[in-house]
């Protein structure tokens, strides 16, 4: 059964903000004044309070809707910001670290773009062991493992970040230098267990 609001039946519709899904339903009961405000469908209450007088409660939901204007603008650029053209390009390598007991670095090229998303294919990686089951590994550009998949690309931190699986994010990674045409990336720690 699909839980409702509760609105008490002494109270009546006092007030509603359209674009902002808002309602206040208030009344009194024993000479006290109470209102209950609710946002969009949810059935729990922003919040349910007795107020000393007419101008506490309408005091009470200007704040409201001004945190709630604030709330719908932020999360308007946090859309605007994750939806922005990425920066990525053909060739560009992408590094994901992650692991719970150890920790699993791969890396992934850019093979393709559009305007919101790219095709990855993982490559290969040089790794050179440094101590007991670790070491440091370097992408090997154009040594293509697996088949190519595509991701949506988000620019939400401001940087390109790739969402590879569940636990796997991939992050821009900047090569060192460029020598004679390859370039050269940063050793990246990794470990494992037998």
Excluded at 98 to 126: D, K
């Amino acid at each position: 059964m699909k839980k409702e609001r509760y609105i008490p039946k002494h109270y009546a519709l006092s007030y509603i903000h359209e674009e902002l899904e808002f309602v206040v339903y208030s009344g009194e009961l024993a000479g006290k004044l109470y209102a209950i405000a609710y946002k969009g469908k949810a059935t729990n209450s922003l919040w349910h309070y007795q107020f000393r007088n007419q101008e506490k409660l309408q005091k009470k939901i200007e704040e409201t809707v001004e945190g709630l204007e604030a709330w719908q603008a932020a999360k308007l650029e946090r859309r605007e910001k994750q939806n922005a053209p990425h920066n990525l390009e053909h060739g560009a390598i992408l590094r994901s670290s992650w692991g719970y007991e150890q920790t699993n670095v791969q890396y992934y090229q850019v093979i393709a773009t559009t305007r919101n998303s790219v095709t990855l294919c993982e490559i290969a990686q040089q790794t050179m062991e440094t101590g007991f089951m670790s070491g440091e590994c370097t992408p090997m550009p154009n040594k293509f493992i697996g088949k190519p998949f595509n991701r949506k690309v988000s620019m939400a931190s401001g940087k390109p970040s790739v969402k590879i699986t569940s636990s796997e994010y991939a992050y821009l990674e900047q090569p060192l230098m460029e020598v004679n045409g390859h370039k050269m990336f940063t050793p990246r720690y990794y470990s494992y267990y037998a």
